[in-house]
T-cell receptor, first 120, second 110 residues
Framework: SAVISQKPSRDICQRGTSLTIQCQVD?????MFWYRQQPGQSLTLIATANQGSEATYESGFVIDKFPISRPNLTFSTLTVSNMSPEDSSIYLC?????????????????FGPGTRLTVL | GQNIDQPTEMTATEGAIVQINCTYQ??????LFWYQQHAGEAPTFLSYNVLDGLEEKGRFSSFLSRSKGYSYLLLKELQMKDSASYLC???????????FGKGTMLLVSP
């Protein structure tokens, strides 16, 4: 497994500003992901953070709005740019591909505690 | 495309048994996960099925039929603390990429 921390845990921001969320893992991991979870909804994958190259974005998400960095195998950031109230959500970092003995070990994801963002 | 369906909400009584169903249509299959998520918390792993059949783990069991694209999570001896959202997720292509269903909110009442 992996221990994942996120900063900040919550924030209230003004419309038009940007917020950078940090995700730190206690061990080197191959795969890091960023999700959005809107109130009462399930998880929507924003992008896969790739170490040393540009992130891979899912349909409906663009780099200008959600720039992502991944400078090494234990750390990633997600920026929510030019925020509007529609960006109010929980943003979750997860890691996967840890590997091990079983197929599950390669497919399972572990989640950080999330960042609760409110945009006024 | 990927499609995962599960009921939006379920209610049950403390001590009872509840079954949460999940059907999926994905481009590939490398296993199905069930996660539990309490309000305001991160999802936590419950079970993983990659072969057909039933996996039992304490009060929780999970079943998979790959030919039918179907899974269920069975919760026995329900407790109040089991009130949570239950997320069905499929690994379509392996190497930890997951597609999540919309989640089933389970409410356990006394």
């Amino acid at each position: 497994s992996a221990v994942i921390s996120q900063k900040p845990s919550r924030d209230i921001c003004q419309r038009g500003t940007s917020l950078t969320i940090q995700c730190q893992v206690d061990s080197q991991v191959t795969m890091m992901f960023w999700y959005r979870q809107q109130p009462g909804q399930s998880l929507t994958l924003i992008a896969t953070a790739n170490q040393g190259s540009e992130a891979t974005y899912e349909s409906g998400f663009v780099i200008d709005k959600f720039p992502i960095s991944r400078p090494n195998l234990t750390f990633s950031t997600l920026t929510v740019s030019n925020m509007s109230p529609e960006d109010s959500s929980i943003y979750l970092c997860s890691v996967g591909g840890l590997g091990g003995t079983y197929l599950q070990d390669y497919n399972e994801q572990f989640f950080g505690p999330g960042t609760r963002l409110t945009v006024l | 495309g990927q499609n995962i369906d599960q009921p939006t909400e379920m209610t049950a009584t403390e001590g009872a048994i509840v079954q949460i169903n999940c059907t999926y249509q994905t481009s590939g299959f490398n296993g199905l996960f069930w996660y539990q998520q309490h309000a305001g918390e991160a999802p936590t792993f419950l079970s993983y099925n990659v072969l057909d059949g039933l996996e039992e783990k304490g009060r929780f069991s999970s079943f998979l039929s790959r030919s039918k694209g179907y899974s269920y999570l069975l919760l026995k001896e329900l407790q109040m603390k089991d009130s949570a959202s239950y997320l069905c997720a499929v690994s379509p292509s392996g190497y930890s990429t997951l597609t999540f269903g919309k989640g089933t909110m389970l409410l356990v009442s006394p």
